[in-house]
Every structure is written in structure tokens, then in C-alpha cells.
């Protein structure tokens, strides 16, 4: 009996040691638990990095540059009416410093400061047709993003001339600040568009001229221009109403019925074998057309005269793009292939040759030099492709 109570009493004592081991090494195991909990450093959430769905698209882009421009220019109209500013030599320091602020929800510092200082001083504050700011959008077209992230873009189009504005490529810089989109900068060249004939069905859809259908290209005599090229389209039903676009300013033009034209062509037929002396024509008319910038050396400055001369580079090398166009329709691949190695090569040539001797002149005479030198490379470079080449 005592035996059995001496087994009894081990085991208990057994029993209850075992449960205490359990217990220590579950309750080390919590306390570890916890430690590692604590100890953990807590996970920031990832950060988000740009992406391209951050920039605008074109479309948003045009909606943002139209109501900038639109607000701004509400600006100044209100401003002459509310600082009474009849005359831009009526504008002050003091006005405009509160013209600034109305400006600044639409605007850069940098924008305000510069480029909109200058238009109020010569804004017509009492109405007129001046323009001052870029044209609309919804009345442009080729619209090509030179520049697009999440906080800059720059965008190129162009806008063709209407009865009030004269065409012009227009370039527009919007920034992002504090968060917000706004007008940084715009430039405007009027240099030729030419337009395609895609361009030119556009346009006419821009101007709402439905109704009509595109007949053929053509070349029409202005007597201040010369010959300047026309896409032709017919009104439904009337074969002897027609709109004109030029394809120089994107004019649209009602055609006189029996109106001379030369060089027509519907896109499908043959080019005319006529096309050499049409085209020998056009460049001798181009010719005159440009030369009463010589007249203006002895009243323009140097600055002036290299703008007015990048003019006239723009118009030959326009008229070398068209020659070259029509020798793309015109010569066999094989040919075609050969004249674009030389004219790779005459690329070259005409770049480097427009820069000799322009080093060693001082001021501004450089820059109008290259531009002269480039003129008539260009120039000679018409004549040659049309007398080699064309029919």
C-alpha cells in the first residue's frame, strides 16, 4: 500500500513537472513572438514613379492651351475697361503689377514678366483684329508633341490664314506649377504651310465647308505672287461653284467660274509633260516675287535683315521640296534611288559650304551671311533638278 501510494505521488510530481515545461516554453515562445513583432520594421507603402500615362495627349493639350489663352486674354480686355486704358502708353508700372495678378492663376513668373510685359504695351485695348496670343487650336491642324512628361509640353501647329489672321506655325510651351498647368511661352513663324491634300480636306472640314468634294491640284496665277498651287474642290450638285485653298497660307479662296489654271492634275492622271516649263515658270516668278528684299539693306538693320532673309531661305527650300516631290511621281525607283543618294550628299555640301568665310565676320553679319550663302545654293539647286530631271 505504501508502495503504491510512493508511485502515485512520483508520478503526480512527474506529471506536474511536464506541465510546467510546456507552459515556460509556450510562454517563450509568445514572448519571442512579441519581440519579433515589435522589432519589425513597418512597410512604407511604394512610391509611385512617373509614367507615361502622366503626360498629356494631344487632345488634353489643346483643351489646356485654348482656356489658358482664352483667360489671359480676358485679362487684358478687362483690364482696359477697368484701369480705363484707351491707349497702351496709358499703361503703367502700378497697373500692370495688378494686371499680374490676375494673371498669375494662368501664367508663369517667367511669362508675366517677359512676353505678357510686352503685350500690354502694345495691346489694342480697345479693340481691333491684332493678334497677340496663339491662334486656336480648334482651328489648326498638324499637331505634333515636340516635348511631353508630367510637367512640360511642348507642342507645333499650324493654322491656316482666314479672313482676319494670316496663317502662321505656331509653337506653345504650358508648364506644371504648384500643381497647375500653365502658359509658358509661344512663338509664331509664317512661313509656307504646304499643305497636302489630306491638310487641304481638313481644312476645308475646319472652316465648315461641307458639301464639297476634292477635284484636282492645280497651279493658279496671282498677279503678286506668281504661280501659287490650289487644291480644287466642287460643290455638290453645282459644277460651277469651287473653293480654292492655297496650299502656301491655307486660304480658302471662292474660284471665279473660267478661271485660267495650269497644271492640273486629279492625283491619278499622268503629270504633264508641260511640268518642266510650269515649274521653270514658278521659280522665275519666286524669284521676283522675293526680290524687293534687296531693296531693304539700306533702311533694315543686320537683325532684321536676317530675319527677312530666313524668309526668303524658307520660301526656296519650300519650292525645292515641291520640285522634289514631283520628281518622286515623275523618275523610275532605280533613278528616283540614285538622285536621293545625290541629294544626301548635296545636303551635306550645302551646309558646310553656307558656313565658309561666314566665321571671320563680327555682329550679327554671320548669321546673315550663312543665310545668303544658303539662299543661293538652295536656289541653284532648284533650277538644276528641274532642267535634269524633270518632263
Known sequence: ?????????SSLLLLFVLASCVKD??????IEETETKITEEPKSPAKEEPTEQDALTIEETKT???????????????????????DPQDLTDDIYQSMSKDLQPYATEQLIKTGLFDIAKSFCYGGCD?????????????????????????????????????????????????????????????????????EAIEVMAIK??????????????????????????????????????????????????????????????????????????????????LAYIDDLYDEKSVA???????QRYQRWDAALNDVYGVLEEQLPSNEMEALRQKQREWI????????????QLGGG??????????????????YELVNLYMK
Not at 516554453?25 to 509568445?30: D, G, L, M, S, T
Not at 499650324?158 to 489672321?165: A, D, M, Q, R, S
Not at 477635284?215 to 498651287?229: F, T, Y
Not at 551635306?348 to 566665321?359: F, I, M, P
Open 348 to 359: 551635306v555640301y550645302r551646309d558646310t559650304t553656307a558656313k565658309n568665310g561666314t566665321e
Open 64 to 86: 489646356i492651351i485654348d482656356d489658358l489663352v482664352y483667360k489671359i486674354q480676358t485679362v487684358y480686355i478687362d483690364a482696359g475697361s477697368k484701369y480705363n486704358l484707351f
Open 208 to 289: 465648315d465647308l461641307s458639301g464639297y468634294q476634292f477635284v484636282k491640284e492645280a497651279q493658279l496665277e496671282d498677279p503678286e505672287k506668281g504661280l501659287r498651287k490650289i487644291y480644287l474642290f466642287q460643290a455638290n450638285g453645282n459644277v460651277n461653284e469651287q473653293v480654292a485653298i492655297f496650299a502656301d497660307t491655307g486660304y480658302n479662296y471662292m474660284l471665279p467660274e473660267n478661271t485660267p489654271l495650269l497644271s492640273s492634275t486629279d492625283g491619278q492622271e499622268a503629270v504633264p509633260s508641260s511640268q518642266r516649263d510650269e515649274y521653270l515658270q514658278m521659280l522665275n516668278s519666286l524669284e521676283s516675287e
Open 130 to 198: 491684332a493678334g497677340y496670343f496663339p491662334n486656336s487650336t480648334k482651328y489648326s491642324l498638324r499637331f505634333k508633341m515636340l516635348d511631353s512628361t508630367h510637367e512640360k509640353v511642348t507642342i507645333e501647329y499650324i493654322f491656316p490664314e482666314n479672313e482676319v489672321t494670316g496663317h502662321s506655325t505656331e509653337q506653345v510651351i504650358i508648364k506644371k506649377a504648384d500643381g497647375t498647368w500653365k502658359l509658358d511661352d509661344f512663338t509664331a513663324s509664317n512661313v509656307p504651310l504646304n499643305l497636302t491634300k489630306e
Open 304 to 310: 532684321e535683315m536676317v530675319d527677312l532673309e530666313e
Open 25 to 30: 516554453k509556450a510562454k517563450e515562445e509568445v
Open 1 to 9: 500500500m505504501k508502495k503504491r501510494m510512493g508511485v502515485l505521488l
Open 365 to 382: 553679319w554671320p548669321s546673315l551671311q550663312y543665310n545668303i550663302n544658303r539662299i543661293d545654293i538652295t536656289k541653284d539647286r532648284c
